[in-house]
């Protein structure tokens, strides 16, 4: 339970900080927001969790109901698929990683839409594993206010789901974005989420080799500017103000 107290008063700490009024975060019936959900709920009582489908797999919506159900999360569905299909008529044929993309930062617009109505911060649920290797779209589910579960490895996080009551069913769920139909994670990266997180802390000391470590090395090196801020030409001082 220390992790999870640690990260309770860090939340805490964030809103009184920023002056907002509680958290939004998207509810994907996965484990990364069912973590989320569960310490947001601990941090304030002004919790919201969006149901936010784009072609989405009608048991994730049900799960996501019912994790919003065990923290007493207040919870929304916003339906966006009308949307998502108007945007893909007026723009250039895409393949299904561009329409993937379209489909996480469409829903980034509906958490800052909420997060602006109610003076709320938005919780992403990003975690170590996946912003090293740069796993998330840019200003897509990558936006956020805070990252609780950013210092963690997915198998940790898998540990904290036990600890905080997040059902079986969900913490065993195969890991995927619900970009298209039978997307998962480990397809797209192309290893287990065990061997990514071995090979992740054996890189940071130095200790890794062989396929796993080669690739993860690339998507790091490739993924930089995910993890940067924009950079800023910077114009020669001249003397000139």
């Given at each position: 339970m220390e992790k999870i107290e640690f990260i309770v008063k860090w939340l805490k700490e964030q809103l009184i900080?920023?002056?907002?009024?509680?958290?939004?975060?998207?509810?994907?019936g996965g484990l990364d927001s069912a973590v989320c959900a569960g310490l947001i709920s601990k941090a304030t009582s002004n919790a919201l969790g969006?149901?936010?489908?784009?072609?989405?797999?009608?048991?994730?919506?049900?799960?996501?109901?019912?994790?919003?159900?065990?923290?007493?999360?207040?919870?929304?569905?916003?339906?966006?698929?009308?949307?998502?299909?108007?945007?893909v008529k007026i723009m250039p044929d895409g393949n299904k990683n561009v329409q993937g993309n379209l489909k996480t930062r469409l829903r980034m617009?509906?958490?800052y839409?909420?997060?602006?109505?109610?003076?709320?911060?938005?919780?992403?649920?990003?975690?170590?594993?996946?912003?090293?290797l740069?796993?998330?779209?840019?200003?897509?589910?990558?936006?956020?206010?805070?990252?609780?579960?950013?210092?963690?490895?997915?198998?940790?996080?898998r540990e904290l789901a036990r600890e905080i009551g997040i059902p079986?069913?969900?913490?065993?769920?195969?890991?995927s974005a619900g970009l298209w139909p039978g997307q998962t994670d480990e397809g797209e990266i192309g290893f287990s989420y065990q061997d990514i997180d071995s090979?992740?802390?054996?890189?940071?000391?130095?200790?890794?080799a062989g396929k796993c470590a080669q690739e993860l090395k690339e998507m790091i090196a490739?993924?930089?500017?995910?993890?940067?801020?924009?950079?800023?030409?910077?114009?020669?001082?001249r003397g000139v103000a």
């Open positions: 900080d920023s002056g907002t009024d509680g958290y939004v975060l998207g509810l994907s969006l149901i936010i489908p784009i072609e989405s797999d009608p048991v994730d919506i049900e799960d996501a109901r019912h994790i919003a159900g065990i923290f007493d999360l207040k919870c929304e569905l916003i339906e966006l698929l009308p949307v998502y299909r108007d945007f617009i509906i958490l839409y909420y997060a602006n109505l109610k003076n709320l911060m938005v919780c992403g649920t990003g975690n170590k594993s996946e912003i090293l740069g796993y998330f779209t840019k200003y897509g589910d990558g936006a956020s206010d805070v990252l609780p579960l950013g210092d963690l490895y997915k198998y940790q996080v079986e069913k969900v913490i065993g769920k195969t890991p090979t992740l802390r054996d890189m940071l000391d130095c200790r890794a490739h993924s930089e500017h995910k993890r940067n801020p924009p950079k800023i030409c910077i114009l020669p001082n």
